[in-house]
């Protein structure tokens, strides 16, 4: 993808409607009390420099090398300490890392397995901690996404919710097929931009003999660990394409309009 077109999702995500959408997430992920946020699919890094600034732990991978400068450089200007690294779904798992809150923006809508794409995404979260799941609604259409820019977000940077409104047209997946069977504790929807949007939020089940603590310390120790070792997910990236690995909905994977 084009340095422009980073520049443009850049735009799109630093909008009062995105910033709606973020905040309505991070609320619904609950006090941060030193927990990991890990963003998938990042793009140029809005929602995890949001979790940052609101206390997570937060990191961001995106398999787009300019989705990941620009997503650095936001976090320079804005002063916060986030780590961004080029990474696909696939990748992030074999890395073997895990964190209390994993988020998933408009991702799995532009994928083609989704199944496959959710079994992967719930790998990247620590023993009952959560999965937060943001996808737009049927009712993302230009006429409506117009009424809701003329009666709250009239102002030139919002201009991108009728791109968004356009480009997705009413098209959009159903989540609850997906996530009825899956194995987790609980799941509660919320509703954004009135109703055009869902967060999703999955509570991981919390296995046998683990504590809350002990959960949290699987998950620090994932995290420490790839500190420790330098584990950077551009050099995964770049080692598993040398190695032949063909594209897959990892490494394609990004959060998009």
Not at 181 to 189: C, F
């Amino acid at each position: 993808m084009s340095k422009l077109s980073a520049y443009l999702f850049d735009w799109l995500q630093h909008s009062d409607c995105y910033r709606e959408i973020h905040a309505a997430a991070i609320a619904a992920a609950g006090a941060p009390e030193g927990r990991g946020w890990l963003d998938i699919g990042c793009g140029p890094g809005a929602l995890a420099i949001h979790a940052a600034v609101s206390g997570f732990d937060a990191c961001g991978y995106d398999p787009d090398s300019d989705m990941i400068d620009r997503a650095k450089a936001r976090a320079r200007s804005a002063m916060v300490s986030v780590k961004f690294g080029q990474s696909g779904l696939t990748d992030a798992v074999d890395c073997g890392i895990r964190a209390e809150v994993v988020s998933a923006a408009s991702l799995l809508f532009v994928l083609a397995d989704r199944d496959a794409a959710l079994r992967d995404l719930m790998k990247l979260v620590a023993p009952g901690g959560l999965l937060i799941l943001i996808e737009t609604t049927r009712t993302m259409t230009p006429a409506n996404a117009l009424a809701l820019f003329l009666r709250r977000f009239r102002h030139p940077r919002n201009l991108g919710l009728l791109l968004w409104g356009l480009v997705r047209g009413g098209k959009a997946i159903d989540l609850e097929p997906l996530i009825v069977n899956l194995p987790v504790a609980s799941h509660t929807t919320h509703h954004v931009l009135d109703g055009m949007v869902t967060i999703s939020v999955l509570r991981m089940a919390m296995p046998a003999g683990i504590a809350l603590d002990g959960a949290r310390q699987v998950a620090e120790n994932h995290r420490s660990k790839m500190e420790m070792l330098d584990v950077d997910p551009p050099d995964l990236l770049s080692a598993r394409k040398r190695a032949g690995h063909s594209g897959d909905h990892g490494d394609r994977a990004a959060g998009r309009l």
